[in-house]
């Protein structure tokens, strides 16, 4: 029995064969109730199944899949709750009534911006649909799944390019991703949780811990280091200058073929423009002193704070040359729709997300599972 039937049999109450490796077989008066089986640490309920068949539905072979994707997705699922459940019902009451009247649309963008979608990409969205619609009429579930497409579509091309879903460390190169974003965004959690990811991934890996403006930060990376056995370079002096810590950081690298270097930065100075000059400085010295290097510049935000943590993101836009986001936090928001915001306003790929403060609370991005969180019923 696949891994999906499984998960559709005990819907019925009715599990005949359990995960490999996780689960004992169960006792056989077990089998015959129609009461849901226990499993230790494992939940089949409606959020399991529903995470098996998303990633079923992406050709996931069953025996490929890990008890923990299938945890992370229902915890995404669960994450997005409060902007699905004000999302779904509404949209499938407006779209399903044929071509949009003015009305229609007016409902549909309030729901949008009420999900922190964003101004320009709540147009796209609406226009895209009136053509759609304008064309046939089509049936609720068909138009929530053509809705599903475009948010898909617009996911995946930010900026209007397509660009490569895979993102992960080039393998026997330097790599160095900088770290960037205002404090509090979750920057040295995702360090930690990258760190992790990455040392399950068998990349030699290396942490430079550059936010040396607050007290704190250093030991906070450290620790987080230490959860994945990651090693962070600190300069011990006190008001150390940033670019230093990045420079002996590289040099540690380079010596150990670190495959992947994480440079955490600060995010608050005392005015925007020490911010800028900062990150400018250190990203000036990667360049600079390991021209060799792959270099990712991600900055991590906020999705709690929607729309405003967008206006803070033109800042490190200018100064960290960005390539990518990581969005956090997106357990428990209603503004699970800022990604879309994030994509068409800044015109730049969501790499990773975070739904969840653990170590394992943070994957790659993939914007089938994102859709299908924020929008199946
Ligand atoms: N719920 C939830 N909390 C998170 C997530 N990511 C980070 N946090 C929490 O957000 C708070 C701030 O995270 P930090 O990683 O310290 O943020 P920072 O950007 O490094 O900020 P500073 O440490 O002040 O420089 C912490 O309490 C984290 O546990 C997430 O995905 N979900």
């Given at each position: 029995?696949?891994?999906?039937?499984?998960?559709?049999?005990?819907?019925?109450?009715?599990i005949?064969?359990?995960?490999?490796?996780?689960?004992?077989?169960?006792?056989?008066?077990?089998?015959?109730?129609?009461?849901?089986?226990?499993?230790?640490?494992?939940?089949?309920?409606?959020?399991?199944?529903?995470?098996?068949?998303?990633?079923?539905?992406?050709?996931?072979?069953?025996?490929?899949?890990?008890?923990?994707?299938?945890?992370?997705?229902?915890?995404?699922?669960?994450?997005?709750?409060?902007?699905?459940?004000?999302?779904?019902?509404?949209?499938?009451?407006?779209?399903?009534?044929?071509?949009?009247?003015?009305?229609a649309v007016?409902?549909?963008?309030?729901?949008?911006?009420?999900?922190?979608?964003?101004?320009?990409?709540?147009?796209?969205?609406?226009?895209?649909?009136?053509?759609?619609?304008?064309?046939?009429?089509?049936?609720?579930?068909?138009?929530?799944?053509?809705?599903?497409?475009?948010?898909?579509?617009?996911?995946?091309?930010?900026?209007?390019?397509?660009?490569?879903?895979?993102?992960?460390?080039?393998?026997?190169?330097?790599?160095?991703?900088?770290?960037?974003?205002?404090?509090?965004?979750?920057k040295?959690?995702?360090?930690?949780?990258?760190?992790?990811?990455?040392?399950?991934?068998?990349?030699?890996?290396?942490?430079?811990?550059a936010?040396?403006?607050?007290?704190?930060?250093?030991?906070?990376?450290?620790?987080?280091?230490?959860?994945?056995?990651?090693?962070?370079?600190?300069?011990?002096?006190?008001?150390?200058?940033?670019?230093?810590?990045?420079?002996?950081?590289?040099?540690?690298?380079?010596?150990?073929?670190?495959?992947?270097?994480?440079?955490?930065?600060?995010?608050?100075?005392?005015?925007?423009?020490?911010?800028?000059?900062?990150?400018?400085?250190?990203?000036?010295?990667?360049?600079?002193?390991?021209?060799?290097?792959?270099?990712?510049?991600?900055?991590?935000?906020?999705?709690?704070?929607?729309?405003?943590?967008?206006?803070?993101?033109e800042?490190?836009?200018?100064?960290?040359?960005?390539?990518?986001?990581?969005?956090?936090?997106?357990?428990?928001?209603?503004?699970?729709?800022?990604?879309?915001a994030?994509?068409?306003?800044?015109?730049?790929?969501?790499?990773?997300?975070?739904?969840?403060?653990?170590?394992?609370d943070?994957?790659?991005?993939?914007?089938?599972?994102?859709?299908?969180?924020?929008?199946?019923?």
């Amino acid at each position: 029995m696949s891994f999906l039937e499984r998960a559709r049999a005990e819907r019925q109450g009715r599990i005949e064969a359990l995960e490999e490796n996780a689960i004992a077989e169960p006792e056989p008066d077990v089998q015959a109730t129609s009461a849901p089986v226990e499993v230790p640490g494992i939940a089949f309920d409606e959020g399991f199944i529903w995470s098996a068949e998303v990633l079923a539905a992406q050709g996931r072979r069953p025996e490929d899949v890990s008890i923990e994707e299938i945890t992370w997705l229902k915890r995404l699922r669960q994450g997005l709750d409060k902007t699905r459940r004000s999302l779904i019902n509404q949209l499938r009451s407006i779209v399903g009534q044929g071509p949009l009247n003015q009305e229609a649309v007016l409902e549909i963008e309030a729901l949008l911006l009420q999900a922190d979608v964003g101004v320009e990409a709540t147009d796209e969205i609406i226009s895209r649909l009136q053509n759609k619609l304008r064309e046939e009429t089509l049936p609720p579930d068909q138009a929530i799944a053509y809705l599903k497409s475009i948010l898909r579509d617009m996911l995946d091309r930010p900026g209007g390019q397509a660009y490569d879903p895979l993102f992960m460390p080039e393998k026997d190169r330097l790599n160095i991703w900088l770290i960037t974003g205002v404090n509090g965004a979750g920057k040295t959690t995702t360090i930690g949780k990258l760190a992790h990811i990455s040392q399950k991934s068998g990349y030699r890996t290396l942490i430079a811990a550059a936010d040396t403006f607050r007290a704190a930060a250093v030991e906070q990376v450290k620790v987080w280091g230490q959860r994945s056995g990651t090693e962070a370079i600190a300069n011990p002096g006190k008001n150390t200058d940033p670019a230093a810590v990045v420079f002996d950081a590289i040099a540690a690298a380079q010596s150990r073929n670190t495959e992947l270097l994480l440079v955490d930065t600060a995010g608050r100075l005392q005015n925007k423009k020490n911010l800028m000059e900062e990150l400018s400085k250190i990203r000036r010295i990667i360049d600079k002193k390991a021209p060799e290097a792959h270099v990712e510049s991600l900055l991590v935000l906020d999705a709690t704070l929607g729309q405003n943590g967008l206006r803070q993101a033109e800042v490190f836009s200018q100064a960290a040359k960005l390539s990518g986001v990581v969005l956090t936090k997106l357990d428990g928001t209603a503004k699970g729709g800022v990604a879309l915001a994030v994509v068409q306003q800044l015109g730049l790929p969501i790499r990773f997300i975070g739904a969840g403060e653990g170590i394992e609370d943070l994957r790659p991005f993939s914007s089938y599972e994102f859709v299908e969180a924020l929008i199946s019923g």
